[in-house]
């Protein structure tokens, strides 16, 4: 089996009298595409936030390589590994797709390093920036204004900005929001590139593409772990097929 790298155990948050999380526990390991699905507020983005340290837990542990991280500031998680990806708030729609980039990377140097302005101090964090922008497809649109992207792009982008920081784990909830079917398409195409040396967990609502992407899911309901396993076992649940899956097909066809 491969590394653990980001675990909970019976992770809980409260909203007042709402549990959006309760008694979550989950594993997420390197080379793992790890889908999160669950009716409208089930309580995903609530452990995407939890596990990204921008939500506070009321109780229970995050751990990460087997350290306890539930009380470490985004920032700090973002320096050990963690990666999540926001919507858009994160891009900067005057700068070039590089300097996006180079900014996020810029944020992993050791406050020590910034003070050197010459290019060799740069080089450690230049071949960040071309590796994200590679590893993204924004190569050939480096140069471009932010603005100028397409929406596809920018989601890109937004990836990108997130690879900068070289995470050894990505968060990204709903990376697909608002995407025609080319460029889903192609952003799960670049999920399954990054996959080997990366632990993805990932809220997505489209069916079709959680499927055909996911190594293991876990399913939420009301805030609660309702079943986590394979495609298959997911597909083939009773539980989930009553709870989830047999309510979508009902609302959508
Ligand atoms: N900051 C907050 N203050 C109060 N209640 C909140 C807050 N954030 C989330 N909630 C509540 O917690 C529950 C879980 O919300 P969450 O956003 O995690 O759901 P979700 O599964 O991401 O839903 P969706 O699929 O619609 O994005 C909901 O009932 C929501 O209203
Ligand atoms: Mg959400």
Redesign the pocket.
Do not use: D, W
């Given at each position: 089996m491969s590394e653990v790298l980001l675990k909970t155990v019976e992770l809980r948050r409260t909203?007042?009298g709402?549990a959006?999380n309760d008694r979550v526990s989950i594993e997420l390991r390197r080379g793992e595409v790890h889908a999160l699905l669950?009716?409208?507020?089930?309580?995903?983005?609530?452990?995407i936030n939890l596990l990204s340290g921008d939500l506070a837990a009321s109780s229970g542990q995050v751990f990460y390589r087997g350290q306890d991280i539930t009380g470490l500031t985004p920032h700090e998680r973002s320096l050990i590994g963690i990666g999540r990806s926001y919507q858009k708030t994160n891009i900067f729609p005057g700068f070039s797709v590089r300097e996006n980039v180079r900014l996020a990377a810029q944020s992993r140097q050791p406050r020590a390093g910034r003070i050197f302005s010459d290019a060799t101090a740069f080089a450690p964090y230049r071949q960040a920036v071309d590796d994200a922008l590679a590893a993204a497809r924004l190569g050939d649109v480096a140069e471009r204004r932010a603005s100028e992207l397409s929406h596809g792009q920018q989601r890109q982008l937004e990836l990108a900005i997130v690879l900068a920081t070289r995470p050894q784990v990505l968060l990204l909830d709903e990376p697909l929001a608002g995407m025609g079917h080319e460029e889903s398409l192609r952003m799960l195409d670049m999920l399954r590139g990054l996959v080997a040396s990366h632990a993805i967990l990932l809220?997505e609502?489209d069916m079709d593409a959680v499927f055909s992407i996911a190594d293991v899911l876990t399913v939420?309901v009301n805030?609660v772990v309702l079943r986590t396993g394979t495609p298959e076992q997911i597909r083939s649940s009773p539980e989930v097929q009553q709870a989830y899956l047999g309510s979508e097909e009902a609302a959508h066809g």
């Open positions: 909203f007042g709402l959006a669950g009716p409208n507020g089930a309580g995903k983005s609530t452990l809220v609502h939420m805030g």
